[in-house]
T-cell receptor, first 114, second 112 residues
Framework: DVKVTQSSRYLVKRTGEKVFLECVQD?????MFWYRQDPGLGLRLIYF???????EKGDIPEGYSVSREKKERFSLILESASTNQTSMYLC?????????????FGPGTRLTVL | GENVEQHPSTLSVQEGDSAVIKCTYS??????FPWYKQELGKRPQLIID?????GEKKDQRIAVTLNKTAKHFSLHITETQPEDSAVYFC???????????FGGGTRVLVKP
């Protein structure tokens, strides 16, 4: 069974703080993704990575950066948190090859920025 | 880039009735269309998917249909049960490989 874990379920931070959200998968997946989920907007892709040390911008990368130093770990960084970054953050991973592109999601981190 | 629109945003059905959720996409190069179900407080999970070389796919009480010409696809749930209550997301993926673009989600409530 694929397991995707995220470092925190709930996080409260202050405006201007640097925030780290970590995601770890244990199935040797090549591809990892960070989404934010807001009511009515679905899941919006922030950044993704196809390989170690590789990153690509998604649809809403502004205000975020990422790091992938090891294959199993993908970190999302909010350099200077703002209130409009209050959201649910979901990490996902998937295998690079094969016909089935199923993305396996982590449990999510609900971030509140005060 | 790809844009996926999903309707309706909320859907209330009586137990035993059918539910239909519709999505449209913009990128004609998209060739993979999954549906995810997210129960309250849980993570999204894949329930069914379809590729562009197929027009319809069924798995027990759920089915997806795809019309590539019109660039729309639908999820059909028959004989709905209370455990079908959840938020459902459609998505599309194409030339960018495993990158998915999601619709805005449909909250389905099955009333007993």
């Amino acid at each position: 069974d694929v397991k995707v874990t995220q470092s925190s379920r709930y996080l409260v931070k202050r405006t201007g703080e640097k925030v780290f959200l970590e995601c770890v998968q244990d199935m040797d997946h090549e591809n990892m993704f960070w989404y934010r989920q807001d009511p009515g907007l679905g899941l919006r892709l922030i950044y993704f990575s196809y390989d170690v040390k590789m990153k690509e911008k998604g649809d809403i990368p502004e205000g975020y950066s990422v790091s992938r130093e090891k294959k199993e770990r993908f970190s999302l960084i909010l350099e200077s948190a703002s209130t409009n970054q209050t959201s649910m953050y979901l990490c996902a991973s998937t295998n690079g090859g094969g016909r089935r592109n199923e993305q396996f999601f982590g449990p999510g981190t609900r971030l509140t920025v005060l | 880039g790809e844009n996926v629109e999903q309707h309706p945003s909320t859907l209330s059905v009586q137990e035993g009735d059918s539910a239909v959720i519709k999505c449209t996409y913009s990128d004609s190069a998209s060739n993979y269309f999954p549906w995810y179900k997210q129960e309250l407080g849980k993570r999204p999970q894949l329930i069914i998917d379809i590729r562009s070389n197929v027009g319809e796919k069924k798995d027990q009480r759920i089915a997806v249909t795809l019309n590539k010409t019109a660039k729309h696809f639908s999820l059909h749930i028959t004989e709905t049960q209370p455990e079908d209550s959840a938020v459902y997301f459609c998505a599309a993926s194409g030339a960018a490989g495993n990158k998915l673009t999601f619709g805005g989600g449909t909250r389905v409530l099955v009333k007993p």
